[in-house]
């Protein structure tokens, strides 16, 4: 998840966060409320615009039921009012910028939320690529297992071929 404040067509923040296991839902919230809660804290700030390409996730925000991702719609809720309270004047904009239209701004952001890569500290056992190898490495244990079990030798159960095409 990428975001990026700009002021007066300039670049001025910009943070990247990275987050395994989440909804896209869940993502955009929290890449809105972060990005609101850098913004009410930078000084002669007095219109915020929120450009998304998930507008509906956007719309959470203002959805006062109960679902799970609330504490995100709380938390920019709460920040918005701070920035309200500071001038009645203060506003907000959600703009619908759908990916495709590569607006130079957001696709700058969407390019760059798609191509960062992150390299966890230690293997996730959640991640895909964890699971993929634990699951060979049982495999490969069980071929072992099996193989060196008397009734499976000579039985054909594993033909192995070396680069030539011939049984080792």
Request: charged share 25%; hydrophobic share 35%.
């Amino acid at each position: 998840m990428a975001l990026h404040i700009w002021r007066e067509h300039a670049l001025i923040t910009k943070a990247t966060y990275y987050a395994m296991n989440i909804s896209s839902t869940e993502a955009e919230l929290f890449t809105i409320r972060c990005g609101i809660s850098q913004a009410i804290h930078i000084n002669d700030i007095t219109n915020i615009v929120v450009v998304t390409d998930a507008i509906s996730a956007a719309k959470r925000i203002f959805d006062m039921s109960c679902y799970p991702f609330q504490l995100h719609s709380i938390a920019i809720s709460r920040d918005l009012r701070a920035f309200f309270n500071q001038d009645p004047r203060n506003s907000i904009t959600f703009w619908d910028c759908p990916s495709d239209n590569e607006w130079p701004p957001h696709h700058l952001v969407d390019k760059e939320s798609k191509t960062s890569k992150f390299n966890p500290i230690l293997p996730s056992k959640t991640s895909w690529d964890y699971s993929r190898k634990d699951e060979c490495d049982s495999i490969i244990q069980k071929w072992q297992m099996y193989f060196q079990a008397s009734d499976y030798k000579g039985r054909s159960f594993l033909d192995l071929n070396d680069d030539n095409g011939k049984p080792i």
